[in-house]
């Protein structure tokens, strides 16, 4: 097999950034200025982690591209990690934020629109009974806090290099059998080996005895891993975890956030799921900070039971915009236009040919590199699939990462800056596809010393 030679890599990674910053003076005028009072030049952290010496700023987005303040228009397959999964500036969408905003905004009071978008996140999830939030952090945070007391249990349980927002419980992972914070984690409030159990994915031997102890109140999980790159779940595994989770008296909690790229009911409805509960945040909203979690009967009830009590505003499951009209407004628009089967079927097309242009590329230059698709989300690894997170996270190639995603932004093309990962959506076309085609094809070029 043909391997990668890590002096030329590294040219190549100098002069695509030598290209990046002659080509982008606006951006970098802005990033100097912007260092002025925003840390690191960025409102967060992780925009820093994007390819080139400095993050492209934006002057505007429609359908499945968007405009740099350079002037230079980009095929988008990052779609902000899902936040655009229904594609910029959503048709319908700024209008209906527009009548909701001229009407008020927030007032603490329900609105119509919540009664509509609840119906249709069980019409189809399958589960009867919602609540929103205004992120998926939040949701998965609330969704744990009321499962320890349905319960009565203290711990959690999840999966080994999860990530489910900033949930403090779920940033742990293995360090042999060790619970210990994920690397990375910055403050942990307490030791995570007292809040939370962790596990292998595609490892029933290592839930059942996790749960074993009874002490875990809920084991929250992706259906299939993506925060980690796509890995998938072997044949039978996610049956069993359904039974072993109730045999021991645990929820199950499902959070479809990045895995809705698998239909219009994420994982659960297209692979046939029965979760105790469902945690969903930015796909569902067109952009706009939203999110909601469901509830099996069961458990609605034990819900329920709490919802009225005199300290409901004190419970530690709120926040004053929660629920707010302008995003119950933002998430019936979605919901009602877009990510609909019909939707999903384009994109699934989509993600195919993308998969297949990547394989076609490495595989005729002799690279042994593997493709990975969930439903419209596609991923390249520079390493054969992964069974679990901690494979996953040991296959990581930052070097090589970092050329391809700057080799692409360089030609119009933008990746999710954490992975190697393209998502569709319904305003994605085949010539969006082919770009990427072409330009990876390029870069394994460059990178086998094939260049013309």
């Not at 069980?122 to 919602?130: E, I, Q, V």
């Not at 690279?367 to 679990?388: I, K, M, T």
């Not at 930052?398 to 569709?424: C, D, I, K, S, Y």
Request: aromatic share 8%; proline share 6%.
């Amino acid at each position: 097999m043909t391997t990668i030679d890590r002096h030329l890599l590294a040219d190549l990674h100098r002069e695509e950034l030598a290209l990046f910053e002659r080509t982008h003076p606006r951006s970098r005028e802005i990033f100097d200025d912007a260092r002025g009072h925003l840390v690191s030049g960025v409102p967060m952290p992780w925009m820093s982690r994007w390819p080139g010496a400095f993050p492209l700023f934006v002057e505007r987005a429609a359908g499945s591209r968007f405009v740099d303040v350079d002037g230079i228009e980009y095929v988008d397959l990052c779609m902000g990690d899902t936040g655009a999964m229904a594609g910029h500036a959503v048709p319908g969408l700024a209008d209906a934020l527009h009548r909701r905003a001229s009407r008020g905004i927030t007032t603490m009071l329900p609105s119509e629109d919540a009664v509509w978008v609840s119906a249709e996140l069980a019409r189809r999830f399958g589960l009867p009974k919602w609540q929103l939030a205004m992120t998926a952090t939040d949701a998965n945070r609330f969704v744990l806090r009321l499962a320890r007391r349905a319960t009565g249990r203290t711990k959690i349980a999840v999966i080994d290099w999860c990530y489910h927002g900033t949930v403090d419980e779920t940033l742990a992972v293995l360090d042999g059998d060790r619970v210990v914070p994920r690397p990375g984690a910055i403050g942990p409030p307490v030791d995570v080996a007292t809040t939370t159990r962790v596990v292998p994915f595609n490892d029933l031997a290592a839930l059942d005895a996790a749960l074993a102890h009874g002490d875990v109140a809920a084991l929250l999980m992706e259906p299939a891993l993506t925060n980690i790159g796509i890995v998938m779940p072997e044949p039978g595994y996610l049956d069993a975890v359904r039974e072993i989770t109730a045999r021991h008296g645990v929820l199950w909690i499902i959070d479809e956030t990045h895995t809705i790229c698998a239909g219009p009911g994420g994982c659960t409805r297209a692979w046939n799921l029965a979760p105790d509960a469902i945690t969903i945040g930015k796909p569902i909203g067109g952009g706009m900070p939203v999110a909601a979690y469901g509830f099996s009967e069961d458990f609605s009830r034990k819900v329920e039971e709490l919802a009225g009590h005199h300290t409901a505003d004190v419970a530690g499951i709120g926040g004053t915009l929660t629920g707010n009209p302008l995003a119950m407004a933002a998430m019936r628009a979605t919901l009602s236009t877009t990510l609909l089967d019909s939707d999903f079927e384009r994109m699934f097309v989509l993600a195919e040919a993308w998969t297949t242009g990547v394989a076609d590329a490495f595989e005729s230059r002799g690279l042994d590199w593997h493709v990975q698709q969930l439903g419209a989300r596609a991923e390249y690894w520079f390493s054969p699939p992964s069974r679990n997170g901690a494979q996953a996270a040991a296959a990581s190639d930052p070097e090589l990462e970092a050329f391809m995603h700057l080799f692409a932004l360089n030609r119009g093309v933008l990746l999710t800056p954490f992975h190697n990962m393209a998502l569709m959506s319904p305003a994605h076309t085949r010539s969006d596809v082919d770009r990427h085609t072409e330009v990876f094809a390029e870069a394994v070029d460059s990178l086998t010393g094939s260049r013309a």
